[in-house]
């Protein structure tokens, strides 16, 4: 009984998020003096969680198929430019679609690459990086895009993030429909079948009819769209975006959904350990702005956490195999 | 040619090139429906590589394959699969990462809609996952819901043959299938086999074992260095003449190697 429990405990991939995340607000709680649990703390850190996790959903779609995608936050902030810079100008009705419809081009861009001409993920999104990460800074030309007051006013723009309800921004919302969307998806449907199935074993998933290349497709497309949209919820709250929005995102999105239990090397995946993961990162780093701590030390301690997470990871598989042997 | 009735399968002049490597050599066979072909030779004659072509693994990179008479352009699992043709591969086939139930049904899950969104029937995938279990003598304790790495070598592979016994249409490869089993369960494939063939099903059937073979095919068929050497019935062969050929070869290759 004692072995069967700790069994499941071990099984679930998000295990160690869950543990971490728990002693870290405990830790964060006590040496603030409270203030890190603070309502207005709370706030903007289950705001900036609900963003990251969104874009680390994708990231742990790619990343469960054994890829990685680099572009994410290069998309992410064209998915925030498009629609703040053609919002203002032209309609915000048309902004959303071109913003999501960017990412999710974007997105095929990299996995019709990646899935057709087997090149690297790690090089096809890192081209894709650079490549909007460019036109970023080029359309803005060292300035931000802001949205007007008008603007700030729509109906849309409300709904896509700059809406408040109770206190709790809109994207939280978003966040939670889409881990319960994409959970869905991962384990209650055949794609999400699929998807581990490559990451387990592409050769294997092909030869029982898997579609390998579409699967690959598929979750390039996710993650672009996903990014974009989080892009466009972060803009719309904030009210403005510059060239380097999103920048070094992508990493974060890595280090959360592997914190999460997500496997490099793919094959497995936990949406639920994706969203504690990006929890943890940004607890921490509101965490640092409370002590007033450079924002530089997060780069850093963003470090130490994912070379943490990883060895936790080998040596919760190591003890998981050894409980099953029994 | 042969015979009256028209081929299930038959591949005209079949040439596999791997980079360099020459993998099958203008090889021409018909496969019937309901016979029990035993496809033999020594390592790395190209035994999988011909049957790879069948499940669509591979696309020759010359010559002709024809189904029903069929000729076959585009060559994919998916599609060998919708054209009945179920295979147990040596080397490929389960994903170690994803538990016994969801290897059973992977590619083909059986699905529950819910306002048109399929939804996995994991409870239709689990008895099955069971049924097949039990039936193909694996451990009792062994879990649906258990990852496929946690069972052994001859687990693995009866749990495969089940799987493929299972969606049988009309076509059935069975790559080295008695691998790692024990004789009591090498027996139990051999009658499957037979069975099969029987319910008019073409078996193809890829061993060493040219004792087991020879009792149970209608029919060998001897790859060396990537080319067909023999093809003959059972009763033009005895065991030891088969075992002679596969050991010394028939001695055409010219020395030719395989790589070049
Ligand atoms: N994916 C591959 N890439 C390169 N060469 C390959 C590949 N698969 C097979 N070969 C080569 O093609 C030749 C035929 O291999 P094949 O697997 O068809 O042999 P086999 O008759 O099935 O052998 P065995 O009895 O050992 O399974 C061998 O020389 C092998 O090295
Ligand atoms: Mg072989």
Known sequence: MRVSLARFVLKRPETSAVVVTAILVTFLTITTGGTWLSFANLQSVSRITAVLAIMAFGEALVISTGEVDVSVGSVFAMGALIFIGVGRTVNLGVALLLALGGGLLIGLLNGAVVAFFRVPSLIVTLGTLFLFRGIAYGVTEGFYFGASDEVRSRLIFNVMGGANLGGVNVAVLWALVALLVLHVVMFYMPMGNRILAVGGNAASAYSRGVNVARVRLIVFALSGLLAAFAGMLDAASIGYVDGSFGELMELEAIAAAVLGGCSLVGGRCSLLGTLLGAFLLRAVGSYLVILGIQPQWFILLLGVIVVLASLSDRVLTKLLFRLQQR | ?260
């Open chain 2, 1 to 260: 040619m042969e015979t009256e009735r028209a081929p299930l399968i038959s591949l005209r002049n079949v040439n596999l090139w791997y980079g360099t490597v020459q993998a099958l050599r203008d090889v021409s066979v018909d496969f019937y429906q309901g016979e029990l072909v035993g496809l033999v030779g020594d390592n790395g004659a190209g035994k999988t590589s011909l049957v790879n072509i069948i499940s669509g693994i591979v696309a020759p990179t010359s010559g002709e394959v024809y189904l029903d008479g069929q000729r076959i352009t585009s060559f994919h699992p998916k599609l060998a699969i919708d054209l009945g043709v179920e295979t147990t591969q040596q080397s490929v086939g389960l994903c170690d990462n994803l538990s016994i139930a969801r290897n059973y049904f992977l590619g083909r899950e059986p699905v529950r809609r819910i306002a048109g969104i399929p939804f996995i029937d994991l409870g239709k995938m689990r008895k099955e996952g069971r049924k097949a279990i039990t039936a193909f003598g694996l451990r009792e304790s062994v879990d649906v819901d258990g990852e496929v790495a946690l069972l052994s070598g001859g687990e693995r592979q009866a749990f495969k043959i089940a799987r493929a016994v299972y969606f049988r249409s009309r076509i059935l490869i069975m790559d080295e299938p008695t691998n790692n089993l024990s004789v009591r369960e090498r027996e139990r494939v051999n009658d499957l086999a037979v069975q099969l063939k029987d319910q008019s099903l073409l078996v193809i059937y890829i061993t060493h074992d040219i004792f087991q073979i020879h009792r149970i095919a209608d029919r060998f068929i001897i790859l060396e260095n990537g080319a067909k050497v023999a093809d003959v019935p059972r009763n033009l062969m005895s065991a030891e003449d088969l075992e002679r050929i596969i050991r010394e070869g028939v001695g055409n290759d010219a020395g030719s190697p395989r790589s070049g």
